[in-house]
């Protein structure tokens, strides 16, 4: 029996197969920006477009034609991309390719994606600020499973296209920093254990229980 709970189109679906939980889910604006570039790869169908997206992410988020057309038909109405309509075997199918202008949007969005780091590294104060404790212990953890997990997927995936040489430098960057975290958390570490053991002892003057 198949369950699925529908979300808003640009968003995604979760769906159960088997027991088996699939989340279909996508911040919102990714299909947009993601068959944009994928387009500015080389021409695509709709279907082209979700079964690539499908094998990418190992079905984990699964964009259905009621998100991708519509989301084809708007990038093709601002311009970024054009339909050709090619026939045979009695069936018309329609391959979208790239514009100028859709060129010059990904060219933008990519700088602006090379500064978006940065800027959640700025902003990040105002986050813990809007936590409360359980909530930050709770981000710190997910946070570090995210980066390892990341560059885990980065190094090792055939996906990413990188050569052994920037492998090499990637590992070698974060190895680099992980040594210096953990340097300073065990600094960390021994100065709260320190400080805990003398919170633990009796105040001068107060007599043991």
């Known amino acids: 029996m198949r369950r699925t709970t529908a979300h808003s189109p640009e968003v995604g679906q979760v769906t159960e197969e088997e027991g088996s939980p699939r989340y279909h889910v996508a911040p919102r604006g990714l299909l947009f920006f993601y068959a944009l570039l994928s387009i500015g790869r080389k021409p695509m169908s709709g279907y082209d477009l979700m079964r690539e997206i499908d094998e990418k992410t190992d079905g984990a988020w699964r964009p259905g034609p009621g998100a991708v057309y519509p989301t084809l038909q708007k990038l093709a109405r601002q311009g970024y991309i054009k339909a050709r309509k090619k026939s045979g075997d009695g069936s018309t199918q329609v391959s979208y390719e790239i514009t ?110």
């Open 100 to 209: 100028p202008a859709g060129l010059r949007n990904i060219a933008n969005s990519k700088k602006a994606m090379e500064s978006s780091g940065e800027r959640m590294r700025m902003m990040s104060s105002l986050f813990i600020d809007l936590m409360e404790p359980d909530d930050l212990v709770k981000f710190a953890l997910s946070s570090f499973e995210l980066q390892t997990g990341l560059v885990r997927t980065i190094v090792e995936s055939e996906k990413s296209g990188l050569s052994d040489e920037d492998r090499l430098f990637v590992l070698r960057r974060y190895k680099l920093n992980l040594d210096r975290e953990l340097t300073r958390t065990a600094a960390s570490v021994s100065a709260l254990e320190s400080r805990s053991g003398r919170e633990a002892e009796p105040s001068p003057g107060r007599e043991r229980e």
